[in-house]
């Protein structure tokens, strides 16, 4: 494992796997490492096919930390320091609320080459206002365990039953932990629902992009993967057979190897005045 301090002070712990082109996967709400399992494997696998590729926890989740106050600036700000150390240039491949993040990273610059989202959680005009003030007001009486469970049932709309099941897995106290940061992929989640021109919110990201959705996920998604892809400037779509919210290994690796490998040819073709930082040998 290693360590990146972002400009704020803020300690962001990270694996490093391969070596190639660099990808930096961006977890989505309350993942990270220690309970996200399908995501170092897909990091592992890609890297075995000739790429770097980099798991990390986003800040306020297992071994990272977390200075506050939070603001999604500050998660651009972390990502951007995970690039400067594997090179200067990298994809960036999310799940879920991830997009948050990659897609200001992307309308920032700062070497990000490509971007591969999958299910990014953005419906046009829906207010998390309601949520947010629950989930703020749960967790300022510490009261993490119901935050993570309101999160489950109201948000994410998961029956009580099979968020009881949940609760009595191993890995449900290292979840309840990372419960703190669901503000804030929500409220990021929320400022993006209500702008009412994605097209130019994100008319700077010009660098090639896949949109993925599985057909076995929840209701909605697949239309909100629609949109996003259609507000994007060079946004291709991609629906994953078999696959729900958090996509398999063994579905999204091959996925990723044909994107990648047509977005380097595509970014290391423009000119270089286009060019956001030279692709890593």
């Known amino acids: 494992m290693s360590t990146v301090t972002s400009p704020d002070g803020t300690v962001i ?3 490093r796997y391969g070596d190639g082109p660099a990808v930096i996967f961006i ?3 309350a993942a990270y490492r220690a309970i996200d399992e399908a995501t170092t494997q897909t990091a592992k696998r890609l890297a075995a096919e000739g790429f770097t590729t980099v798991d990390y926890d986003r800040r306020g989740r297992g071994r990272s930390g977390d200075t506050q106050p939070w603001a999604l600036d500050r998660e651009v700000e972390d990502v951007a320091a995970l690039i400067k150390a594997v090179g200067g240039a990298a994809a960036l491949c999310t799940n879920s609320s991830g997009a948050d993040i990659a897609l200001a990273a992307a309308s920032a610059g700062g070497g990000v080459t490509a971007l591969a989202l999958y299910e990014p959680p953005f419906f046009a005009g829906r207010s998390f206002t309601t949520h947010l003030a629950a989930l703020r007001s749960l967790l300022a009486d510490g009261k993490n365990d119901e935050a993570m469970r309101y999160n489950l049932t109201s948000v994410i709309g998961l029956p009580a039953e099979v968020v ?9 106290a290292a979840m309840v932990a990372a419960a703190p940061t669901l503000v804030y992929d929500h409220a990021a989640t929320h400022e993006i629902n209500l702008d009412p021109d994605w097209r ?6 010009t660098v090639p992009t896949i949109v993925c959705s599985g057909d076995q996920t929840f209701p909605g998604l697949p239309e909100a993967a629609d949109a996003v892809a259609a507000a994007l400037p060079n946004a291709s779509r991609r629906t994953l057979p078999g696959q729900g919210h958090r996509p398999a290994p063994e579905a999204m690796v091959p996925v990723l190897l044909e994107f990648l490998g047509s977005s ?3 970014f290391q073709s423009r000119s270089p005045g286009q060019r956001l930082r030279p692709t890593p040998p």
């Open 264 to 266: 380097r040819q595509a």
């Open 164 to 172: 009881d099941g949940m609760a009595r897995a191993p890995w449900w």
């Open 27 to 29: 977890g989505g709400a």
């Open 200 to 205: 130019g919110r994100w008319a700077k990201v």
């Open 13 to 15: 712990d990270y694996d």
